[in-house]
C-alpha cells in the first residue's frame, strides 16, 4: 500500500494511507500514513460505528494539511471496541463437526449444514441488505456440492469458463466460509471476529471439511492446486499441525 | 485488536520482515485545504464490483468501483485468508468508507468525492503494480482528484 501511495505522489497525487503494520510503513516510508491498532481486515475500525469510522478517516485526511514532510506517520489512539467478545453472542446450532472421519461423511455434512443455515443466513440478508457471496458464481448450494465433491474425491471440472477448478474451488470454500459466517452474526449480538472464528474451524462441518480437503489435496500432484489448497483456504493461524 | 504480537509468531515475523521497495525519492504533492479536496479512496482489498472478474491471485492491475456503486454489490477477492473478512461483511466501510466520504462532503469538511473508486489486490509485487498505479494516476487527475485516501488489509 505504501508503495502505491509513492507512485501516484510521484505522479502529483497527494496520498495518505492507513496503516496496519506499522514495521512495513516504516520500511517502505510512505509520504503520509496514520497507523491504526486495529486487526488486519480492518482499516477503518469496527463495523456499524459510523462516528468511530468518521473518527479515523478525519484523523487520516488531515495529515493532508501537514506543512512538513515527507514522511509523516501518526498513530491513531484507540482500540476497536468490536475487538471485545460479546459474551451474549450464540451461534446458530449445528450438529457438531470433527476433521476426521469418513470423507463421504464430512461431505455429507457440509451440504446438510449448508441448508440448516440457511434461515439464519436470510436473517442476515435481511437485516444488512447485503451478502459478500458471489466469488465463484455458484449458488451456495452448488458451492457446498462442489467443495464436497472435491472432498469426495471426484476432481470436478470447472463450472465456469475462464476459470480453472482449483480456482472455482478456492472461491467456491470462500463463499462458503462468507455465508457461515454471515449467519453466524445473523443476530443482534455483536460477536468479535475471533469469537467467529473459533465457532466456523471448530464447531462447523464446512470449517472440518475445509480443513480435511487442505490435508486431502495437499497430496495432489497439481502444483497449482496444492498450492492453492496450502496457502490459500484455511488462516495459517488455524491450521491444524500434527 | 490485532498488533504484531497478537498474531502467530510466524505469520508476524512475516508480516514484519516483508520485503519493501526501496525508494531513491521521496515525493511530497502539497495542495488546499482539506475542504477544497475531491477525494478518491484505492483500496488493495481486491474488491471488485459483483459480475465483474474477481482477482485471480497476483494480478497487477486494479478494478474501477463508481461512486454509485451500492454495498450489495461489493465482493473481496483478495488472495489472503490472513485478514478478518467479518468486519467487511458487515459494513464496507470498515474497507470502503465511501459513506463516511459522503458524510464528510454534507459536512463541507472535504470538498468532494471522486466519480470513481479503485482496489489493487494488495498482495501483488509492488514493481508489478507500478504502470498500473501510474496510468491509474492519470484517470484520478482526470477526474480532478487531488487527494487520495489508501485502504488496506
Not at chain 1, 9 to 26: C, K, M, N, Y
Not at chain 1, 28 to 44: C, D, I, Q, S
Not at chain 1, 51 to 61: D, E, H, P, S, Y
Not at chain 1, 115 to 129: D, M, Q
Amino acid at each position: 500500500m505504501g508503495a502505491l501511495g509513492h507512485y501516484l505522489e510521484e505522479e502529483g497525487i497527494a496520498t495518505v494511507g492507513i496503516s496496519l503494520i506499522r514495521p512495513q510503513t516504516e520500511n517502505t516510508k510512505p509520504p503520509r500514513a496514520l497507523w491504526v491498532p486495529f486487526e488486519l481486515g480492518r482499516p477503518f475500525g469496527p463495523p456499524s460505528d459510523p462516528a468511530f469510522q468518521k473518527r479515523v478517516i478525519l484523523a487520516a485526511l488531515r495529515l493532508l494539511e501537514r506543512d512538513t514532510g515527507p514522511v509523516v506517520i501518526e498513530d491513531f489512539p484507540d482500540d476497536d471496541p468490536r475487538a471485545t467478545p460479546d459474551s451474549t453472542w450464540r451461534p446458530p446450532f449445528v450438529p457438531t463437526a470433527v476433521a476426521t472421519g469418513p470423507a463421504e461423511s464430512l461431505a455429507a455434512r457440509l451440504e446438510a449444514e449448508i441448508l440448516l443455515l440457511r434461515g439464519a443466513h436470510e436473517r442476515w440478508v435481511a437485516r444488512h441488505r447485503r451478502t459478500t457471496i458471489g466469488l465463484s458464481g455458484l449458488s451456495i448450494s452448488e458451492c457446498a456440492r462442489y467443495v464436497a465433491d472435491w472432498l469426495r474425491g471426484k476432481a470436478p471440472p470447472s463450472p465456469r469458463e475462464g476459470f480453472s477448478a482449483p480456482l472455482i474451488l478456492r472461491f467456491a470454500v470462500d463463499d462458503v466460509k462468507a455465508y457461515c459466517l454471515e449467519a453466524a452474526a445473523a443476530g443482534t449480538a455483536k460477536p468479535s471476529s475471533r469469537q467467529l472464528g473459533d465457532w466456523l474451524w471448530n464447531e462447523t462441518a464446512a470449517g472440518a471439511a475445509i480443513h480435511a480437503l487442505r490435508v486431502a489435496l495437499q497430496a495432489s500432484e497439481d502444483e497449482r492446486l496444492k498450492l492453492i489448497v496450502s496457502n490459500f483456504m484455511v488462516p495459517a493461524a488455524r491450521v491444524r499441525t500434527g | 485488536m490485532t498488533r504484531l504480537t497478537d498474531l502467530p509468531p510466524a505469520q508476524a515475523q512475516r508480516l514484519a520482515e516483508l520485503e519493501c521497495p526501496d525508494f531513491q525519492t521521496r515525493p511530497w504533492v502539497t495542495g488546499s485545504s482539506l475542504s477544497q479536496r475531491r477525494v478518491a479512496i484505492v483500496s488493495s482489498a481486491g474488491l471488485v464490483v459483483r459480475g465483474e472478474d474477481p482477482f485471480r491471485g497476483r494480478d497487477p492491475d486494479y478494478r474501477a468501483i463508481p461512486a454509485s456503486a451500492k454495498p450489495e454489490e461489493l465482493l473481496c477477492s483478495h488472495i489472503s485468508i490472513n485478514f478478518d473478512r467479518t468486519g467487511f461483511q458487515e459494513d464496507w466501510n470498515v474497507v470502503f468508507p465511501l459513506d463516511r466520504l459522503r458524510e464528510l462532503a454534507a459536512d463541507r469538511a472535504i470538498g468532494s468525492i471522486a466519480q470513481t473508486h479503485y482496489s489493487f489486490m494488495g498482495a501483488t509485487d509492488p514493481v508489478q503494480m507500478e504502470p498500473h498505479a501510474r496510468e491509474l494516476a492519470g484517470r484520478l487527475k482526470s477526474d480532478q482528484v487531488d487527494a487520495v485516501i489508501l485502504s488496506p488489509v
